[in-house]
C-alpha cells in the first residue's frame, strides 16, 4: 500500500509538525502481538479523556475481528457477528443490517481494500442486500468523500439502480409517496409499530409501517446515486430522476411524519388490522426518529430541532446509561417477549442499542455542524457527553468491565442485556467514524478541501491528536491542545504531510485547500478458504482424534480473533498432555502453486495454550516432504506467524505442530498464498 502521488507544494511559512504519535509503541499497547496487522492500516487517535481513547483502538480491534477472508471471489467481507448465526447469507456469513457502519467505519482505514472488497460482495449475485433495510450507496458515497477516489462508486453504479427499484417495486405505496417495512426487516423487533399491530401479544413480526427510518435510507440512497452519476458525467437523466426521487422523499417525510403533538418523526401504520389502522401514527417517539439528520434530511427548521429535546430529558429517551429506543411512558416499555432459553432475545422498547446510538451521534454532529436553526437546544457539551456514555458501554459489566460491546444494554443500569454467545465484540455499530468525523471533526467533502470543526468540548477535553489520517489520498493530522502541555503549542493545529498548514487558538471550523492522490491497494488472495464446516472443497482434515468438525473449521474459515473468551473460542486444539505432533491438512482439489503461508496461534496461561515448542509445513507429491527453502518465523503467540518458500505445485499442503510440555496448541487460522 503506497501513495501515487507526492503532496502538492504547500507554502514556505508553513510549519512543521513536531507532536506525532509513535506507531510502534501506540499498535504494541492497543494490539500486542498483533500489532503489525494495525502499523499502516489504523490512523492513531488520542485525547485527555481515556476511556474515549481506550474504545477507539478496541474498535479497530472488532473492526479487524469481522474482516472475514471469502478467498479468491471477492477477498474480504465485513461480518456483523463474531460467528456464524442461522440468518446470515450462507455460505458467506454476511448480512447487509449493519453495512453503512461497516463502511463507515473502514472508509478510515488506511487500507482501502477492506470496504472496496466488502462493497463490492454486497452488490454481487452473492449477497442480499436487501435483507434488511440499507442504506448501502450512501455508504459508497461517504467513502468516496474521504478517500476521493470514484472508481468503486462507479463501478457499482448500476446495482445501485437495480437495488433502488427493488425497493420501489416491493416497499413503496406511490398513494402516499413513501416506503414502509416491517420493523423485524428494519432491524428493530418489537417497536411500538409491531408491539401495537399485534395487540400488545408479540412484536416480533409484522407492524408494516411508513418508517422515518427506511424513508430516510431510500432518501440518501437516491442522492448518493444522483450524485455518482454526476460524478461518472453524460446521466443527466439518471441524476435529475434520482434527484426527483430524494426531494418527493424528504418534502413528504418532513410533512406527513412529523408529528406536531410528539413533536418527532415518528411511524404511521402501513398495516390495517383489528389492532390498529392504515396511515395513523404510532403512539409514541422513539429514536427512530433522530435517523433523518444522520443523512442529511431535514430542512434546517427551529420547528424539527423540537425533537432534539427528547433525547436531552431523562424522563424520556436519554436514559442515565445510555440512549433509550423508547420512551418509559410506553404501555410495553422494556416488556419482554422472546427468550433463547433463559436469555432475553432482542428487543426495540426501550432498550439501549448501540445501533441507533451511533445514528444519534451522527445526527447530531451533522446538527452541530450545519444546521444552525435546529441547534438551539444542543451544543458540543451534549455531543461529548452522550459519546462518553457510549464509550462506557464498551466496558462490560458482566466480564469485569473488560472492553465488550454487545448488543443492547439497560439504559437505566448499563447492564448488557441479552448477553448471548453471538453477543460478544459485535460489529452493530459505529465509532470510529464518530471520533474521526464528530470528535476530531473531519468533515468529509468531495471537493479539493480539508475541512474541519471539533465537536470536542473544550471545557471537559484539555487535549486530543488524530492522526496518520488519510483524506483525499494525502497524510492528515488533527490537534488540539488547549495550554500547549500536551504538545508544546497551545490552541487547534491541522497538518497535511507533516506540515501545519491551518491553526485557531480555539476550537472552530478551519478549512485548507488539499491536492488529491490516489492510495493503490495490494491484493493476496488465500487459497484454502472453507466458507462453511459442511462445504467442500476444500478438504480439511486433521490427526487430532475426535475432533470438532466446526473448531478444524476454524483453521480454514477466514475469520482471526484472539478474545479469551471461551464461548466464543477460535481454532483447533492439540489434545490436553500431549507433546505428540498432530497435523491438519487441506486439500485444494487442483494444483497450485503456493510460496508462503500465514499462521494464527493463541496462548494464554490460564487456559494452558501456548505455541508450539515447533512447526513446519508440508505439500503432498506423492508423499509429504518439507516446504524447500523455508524461512519459519519464531512462532507467535496471538498475533501473525509468516513462513517463506520457494514456490512448488501441490494439490494438498499441511502444518504439523509439535506442543511444548504440559501445553496445548491452538491453531486459529492457517493461510497459504501465491506469492
Same mark, same amino acid.
Given at each position: 500500500?503506497?501513495?501515487?502521488?507526492?503532496?502538492?507544494?504547500?507554502?514556505?511559512?508553513?510549519?512543521?509538525?513536531?507532536?506525532?504519535?509513535?506507531?510502534?509503541?501506540?499498535?504494541?499497547?492497543?494490539?500486542?502481538?498483533?500489532?503489525?496487522?494495525?502499523?499502516?492500516?489504523?490512523?492513531?487517535?488520542?485525547?485527555?479523556?481515556?476511556?474515549?481513547?481506550?474504545?477507539?483502538?478496541?474498535?479497530?480491534?472488532?473492526?479487524?475481528?469481522?474482516?472475514?477472508?471469502?478467498?479468491?471471489?471477492?477477498?474480504?467481507?465485513?461480518?456483523?457477528?463474531?460467528?456464524?448465526?442461522?440468518?446470515?447469507?450462507?455460505?458467506?456469513?454476511?448480512?447487509?443490517?449493519?453495512?453503512?457502519?461497516?463502511?463507515?467505519?473502514?472508509?478510515?482505514?488506511?487500507?482501502?481494500?477492506?470496504?472496496?472488497?466488502?462493497?463490492?460482495?454486497?452488490?454481487?449475485?452473492?449477497?442480499?442486500?436487501?435483507?434488511?433495510?440499507?442504506?448501502?450507496?450512501?455508504?459508497?458515497?461517504?467513502?468516496?468523500?474521504?478517500?476521493?477516489?470514484?472508481?468503486?462508486?462507479?463501478?457499482? +453504479? @448500476? /446495482?445501485?439502480?437495480?437495488? $433502488? !427499484?427493488?425497493?420501489?417495486?416491493?416497499?413503496? #405505496?406511490?398513494?402516499?409517496?413513501?416506503? &414502509?417495512?416491517?420493523?423485524?426487516?428494519?432491524?428493530?423487533?418489537?417497536?411500538?409499530?409491531?408491539?401495537?399491530?399485534?395487540?400488545?401479544?408479540?412484536?416480533?413480526?409484522?407492524?408494516?409501517?411508513?418508517?422515518?427510518?427506511?424513508?430516510?435510507?431510500?432518501?440518501?440512497?437516491?442522492?448518493?446515486?444522483?450524485?455518482?452519476?454526476?460524478?461518472?458525467?453524460? +446521466? @443527466? /437523466?439518471?441524476?435529475?430522476? $434520482? !434527484?426527483?426521487?430524494?426531494?418527493?422523499?424528504? #418534502?413528504?417525510?418532513?410533512?406527513?411524519? &412529523?408529528?406536531?403533538?410528539?413533536?418527532?418523526?415518528?411511524?404511521?401504520?402501513?398495516?390495517?388490522?383489528?389492532?390498529?389502522?392504515?396511515?395513523?401514527?404510532?403512539?409514541?417517539?422513539?429514536?427512530?426518529?433522530?435517523?433523518?439528520?444522520?443523512?442529511?434530511?431535514?430542512?434546517?427548521?427551529?420547528?424539527?430541532?423540537?425533537?432534539?429535546?427528547?433525547?436531552?430529558?431523562? /424522563?424520556?429517551?436519554?436514559?442515565?446509561?445510555?440512549?433509550?429506543?423508547?420512551?418509559?411512558?410506553?404501555?410495553?416499555?422494556?416488556?419482554?417477549?422472546?427468550?433463547?432459553?433463559?436469555?432475553?432475545?432482542?428487543?426495540?422498547?426501550?432498550?439501549?442499542?448501540?445501533?441507533?446510538?451511533?445514528?444519534?451521534?451522527?445526527?447530531?454532529?451533522?446538527?452541530?455542524?450545519?444546521?444552525?436553526?435546529?441547534?438551539?437546544?444542543?451544543?458540543?457539551?451534549?455531543?461529548?457527553?452522550?459519546?462518553?456514555?457510549?464509550?462506557?458501554?464498551?466496558?462490560?459489566?458482566?466480564?469485569?468491565?473488560?472492553?465488550?460491546?454487545?448488543?443492547?444494554?439497560?439504559?437505566?443500569?448499563?447492564?448488557?442485556?441479552?448477553?448471548?454467545?453471538?453477543?460478544?465484540?459485535?460489529?452493530?455499530?459505529?465509532?470510529?467514524?464518530?471520533?474521526?468525523?464528530?470528535?476530531?471533526?473531519?468533515?468529509?467533502?468531495?471537493?479539493?478541501?480539508?475541512?474541519?470543526?471539533?465537536?470536542?468540548?473544550?471545557?471537559?477535553?484539555?487535549?486530543?491528536?488524530?492522526?496518520?489520517?488519510?483524506?483525499?489520498?494525502?497524510?492528515?493530522?488533527?490537534?488540539?491542545?488547549?495550554?500547549?502541555?500536551?504538545?508544546?503549542?497551545?490552541?487547534?493545529?491541522?497538518?497535511?504531510?507533516?506540515?501545519?498548514?491551518?491553526?485557531?487558538?480555539?476550537?472552530?471550523?478551519?478549512?485548507?485547500?488539499?491536492?488529491?492522490?490516489?492510495?493503490?491497494?495490494?491484493?493476496?488472495?488465500?487459497?484454502?478458504?472453507?466458507?462453511?464446516?459442511?462445504?467442500?472443497?476444500?478438504?480439511?482434515?486433521?490427526?487430532?482424534?475426535?475432533?470438532?468438525?466446526?473448531?478444524?473449521?476454524?483453521?480454514?474459515?477466514?475469520?482471526?480473533?484472539?478474545?479469551?473468551?471461551?464461548?466464543?473460542?477460535?481454532?483447533?486444539?492439540?489434545?490436553?498432555?500431549?507433546?505428540?505432533?498432530?497435523?491438519?491438512?487441506?486439500?485444494?482439489?487442483?494444483?497450485?502453486?503456493?510460496?508462503?503461508?500465514?499462521?494464527?496461534?493463541?496462548?494464554?496461561?490460564?487456559?494452558?495454550?501456548?505455541?508450539?515448542?515447533?512447526?513446519?509445513?508440508?505439500?503432498?507429491?506423492?508423499?509429504?516432504?518439507?516446504?524447500?527453502?523455508?524461512?519459519?518465523?519464531?512462532?507467535?503467540?496471538?498475533?501473525?506467524?509468516?513462513?517463506?518458500?520457494?514456490?512448488?505445485?501441490?494439490?494438498?499442503?499441511?502444518?504439523?505442530?509439535?506442543?511444548?510440555?504440559?501445553?496445548?496448541?491452538?491453531?486459529?487460522?492457517?493461510?497459504?498464498?501465491?506469492?
Amino acid at each position: 500500500m503506497k501513495l501515487s502521488s507526492t503532496l502538492a507544494a504547500v507554502p514556505l511559512t508553513a510549519r512543521l509538525a513536531h507532536a506525532a504519535l509513535d506507531v510502534g509503541a501506540v499498535t504494541e499497547k492497543y494490539f500486542g502481538n498483533d500489532a503489525p496487522w494495525y502499523h499502516d492500516r489504523i490512523p492513531l487517535f488520542e485525547s485527555s479523556d481515556s476511556e474515549i481513547t481506550e474504545v477507539y483502538y478496541y474498535r479497530w480491534n472488532v473492526f479487524r475481528t469481522h474482516q472475514r477472508d471469502v478467498g479468491t471471489k471477492y477477498g474480504y467481507i465485513t461480518t456483523e457477528f463474531i460467528d456464524n448465526v442461522s440468518w446470515q447469507t450462507q455460505p458467506w456469513a454476511s448480512n447487509n443490517c449493519a453495512a453503512i457502519f461497516h463502511l463507515s467505519e473502514g472508509r478510515w482505514c488506511r487500507d482501502p481494500r477492506f470496504k472496496q472488497d466488502h462493497a463490492t460482495f454486497m452488490y454481487s449475485a452473492d449477497s442480499n442486500p436487501r435483507q434488511y433495510s440499507e442504506s448501502l450507496a450512501d455508504g459508497v458515497w461517504r467513502n468516496y468523500l474521504v478517500d476521493g477516489n470514484p472508481e468503486l462508486a462507479i463501478s457499482l +453504479l @448500476d /446495482d445501485m439502480q437495480r437495488v $433502488y !427499484n427493488e425497493w420501489l417495486g416491493d416497499h413503496y #405505496d406511490e398513494t402516499k409517496g413513501l416506503f &414502509w417495512i416491517e420493523p423485524l426487516a428494519d432491524a428493530t423487533e418489537y417497536t411500538i409499530a409491531s408491539i401495537d399491530a399485534s395487540g400488545g401479544y408479540d412484536g416480533f413480526g409484522g407492524g408494516q409501517a411508513f418508517r422515518p427510518t427506511i424513508n430516510t435510507y431510500q432518501y440518501a440512497n437516491a442522492r448518493a446515486i444522483a450524485k455518482i452519476a454526476a460524478l461518472k458525467g453524460g +446521466l @443527466d /437523466d439518471i441524476v435529475a430522476e $434520482y !434527484n426527483n426521487r430524494a426531494d418527493a422523499i424528504k #418534502d413528504t417525510l418532513q410533512r406527513d411524519l &412529523w408529528n406536531s403533538t410528539f413533536e418527532h418523526f415518528i411511524d404511521r401504520f402501513f398495516v390495517n388490522n383489528e389492532n390498529v389502522t392504515y396511515w395513523d401514527f404510532i403512539r409514541g417517539r422513539e429514536l427512530a426518529g433522530i435517523v433523518p439528520w444522520a443523512h442529511d434530511l431535514p430542512d434546517d427548521d427551529a420547528k424539527f430541532g423540537e425533537a432534539w429535546k427528547h433525547v436531552l430529558s431523562s /424522563d424520556q429517551l436519554g436514559g442515565p446509561f445510555g440512549l433509550r429506543t423508547v420512551e418509559p411512558s410506553y404501555e410495553y416499555y422494556m416488556r419482554v417477549w422472546r427468550y433463547e432459553g433463559t436469555q432475553t432475545e432482542c428487543h426495540w422498547n426501550g432498550p439501549s442499542w448501540p445501533y441507533q446510538t451511533t445514528q444519534v451521534l451522527t445526527s447530531l454532529a451533522n446538527v452541530l455542524d450545519h444546521y444552525p436553526n435546529s441547534s438551539s437546544l444542543v451544543n458540543v457539551g451534549d455531543y461529548t457527553r452522550l459519546l462518553k456514555q457510549y464509550a462506557n458501554q464498551h466496558y462490560n459489566k458482566h466480564f469485569d468491565n473488560i472492553l465488550d460491546i454487545e448488543e443492547n444494554y439497560d439504559p437505566d443500569t448499563g447492564e448488557p442485556i441479552v448477553g448471548l454467545g453471538r453477543s460478544h465484540h459485535y460489529f452493530h455499530s459505529g465509532y470510529v467514524d464518530l471520533i474521526l468525523s464528530g470528535f476530531v471533526g473531519i468533515r468529509p467533502r468531495a471537493d479539493d478541501v480539508l475541512e474541519v470543526n471539533p465537536l470536542a468540548d473544550a471545557s471537559s477535553i484539555s487535549y486530543f491528536r488524530a492522526e496518520r489520517i488519510l483524506y483525499h489520498g494525502q497524510e492528515i493530522a488533527v490537534q488540539w491542545d488547549s495550554t500547549g502541555d500536551r504538545y508544546g503549542e497551545a490552541g487547534l493545529r491541522v497538518e497535511v504531510g507533516g506540515q501545519v498548514v491551518a491553526s485557531s487558538d480555539k476550537l472552530e471550523r478551519l478549512t485548507v485547500d488539499i491536492a488529491r492522490s490516489t492510495v493503490s491497494v495490494s491484493r493476496s488472495f488465500d487459497q484454502v478458504i472453507q466458507l462453511q464446516a459442511d462445504i467442500t472443497p476444500p478438504i480439511v482434515n486433521t490427526s487430532v482424534a475426535n475432533y470438532d468438525i466446526n473448531r478444524l473449521h476454524d483453521v480454514f474459515d477466514g475469520r482471526i480473533w484472539f478474545w479469551t473468551q471461551d464461548t466464543i473460542a477460535n481454532g483447533l486444539d492439540t489434545p490436553e498432555g500431549s507433546t505428540t505432533e498432530e497435523w491438519v491438512s487441506t486439500e485444494f482439489g487442483a494444483a497450485v502453486t503456493i510460496s508462503r503461508a500465514e499462521i494464527a496461534f493463541f496462548a494464554n496461561e490460564e487456559k494452558g495454550l501456548d505455541v508450539p515448542a515447533s512447526y513446519k509445513l508440508q505439500v503432498l507429491g506423492g508423499e509429504w516432504t518439507d516446504v524447500a527453502n523455508a524461512t519459519y518465523d519464531a512462532p507467535l503467540a496471538n498475533g501473525i506467524t509468516n513462513v517463506k518458500w520457494t514456490g512448488v505445485s501441490t494439490e494438498s499442503v499441511r502444518i504439523l505442530v509439535t506442543p511444548k510440555e504440559g501445553k496445548k496448541v491452538r491453531l486459529v487460522e492457517l493461510k497459504v498464498f501465491t506469492e
